[in-house]
């Protein structure tokens, strides 16, 4: 029996700045992430993280290299195909939850799937059960402002996965939060990949966070030095 393709596979994937002179983000970078799996990608500050967890999350193009993602060379692609690669197989977690300050918890899960499509009474559908799913059905009805800043995260974690994507990355998911609300967040991300089968990819400077992964890749001056 054959081997499942990876999700996302990097072949000599390269980042290259220039600002006078040249400066490698990303240098030759070679990885193979299997679907299902929860990824930390950890490294001290300017090793390349969030370079890419940008090129993988198909916000910025690499200098050179290849990148497949579910078999496809998004390195290939026009902007408006990575546009709806992005929309239909991503879903993204930032430190800070850049939650719409207007809006309810349940509006701001709904929006993307409103954005995508659905109607609302299947988009408000697929909110509420995502917010039980983060512990919030009680906090529905509440701004980002009445919540506390783990709450909003979880919210951000709801929103992350309403349009069901393939691939959740997380960006310091836990970094703007206290150690209680980190590990708390840390764990119902783990838990929502085991449940729903999602490759999670999440940069945390937390080792003792980091350990839980299924698998650690640690970057240093834009190279994997350990997977």
């Known amino acids: 029996m054959t081997e499942e393709s990876p999700i996302i596979e990097l072949k000599d994937l390269t980042k290259i700045y220039k600002d006078g002179t040249e400066f490698y ?25 969030s370079t890419l967890m940008h090129l993988i999350g198909l916000l910025d193009t690499p200098s050179s290299g290849t990148l497949l993602i579910d078999r496809n060379n998004v390195t290939k692609m026009s902007d408006k195909e990575r546009s709806e690669m992005r929309n239909r197989m991503l879903g993204f977690i930032f430190q800070y939850h850049h939650l719409l300050p207007d809006f309810t918890a349940l509006e701001n899960v709904m929006m993307p799937l409103l954005i995508a499509g659905k109607t609302g ?17 009680d906090r529905m009805d509440h701004k980002p402002n009445e919540l506390s800043g783990g709450q909003n995260q979880r919210v951000a974690v709801a929103r992350a996965l309403s349009c069901s994507p393939a691939i959740v990355l997380g960006d310091e998911p836990t970094g703007n939060l206290d150690t209680k609300s980190g590990d708390m ?5 783990r838990q929502l990949n085991k449940e729903y089968d999602q490759t999670f990819i999440v940069v945390t400077h937390n080792e003792d966070l980091a350990s839980k992964a299924d ?3 640690r970057l240093v001056d834009g190279k994997i030095t350990d997977q």
Request: hydrophobic fraction near 45%.
């Open 25 to 49: 983000a990303l240098n030759n970078v070679n990885l193979r992430i299997k679907r299902g799996e929860f990824v930390a990608i950890v490294g001290p500050s300017g090793s390349g993280k």
């Open 121 to 137: 009474k299947g988009a408000r559908k697929i909110a509420e059960k995502l917010l039980k799913e983060v512990g919030l059905e």
């Open 185 to 189: 967040i840390y764990e119902l991300l």
């Open 215 to 217: 698998k650690i890749i």
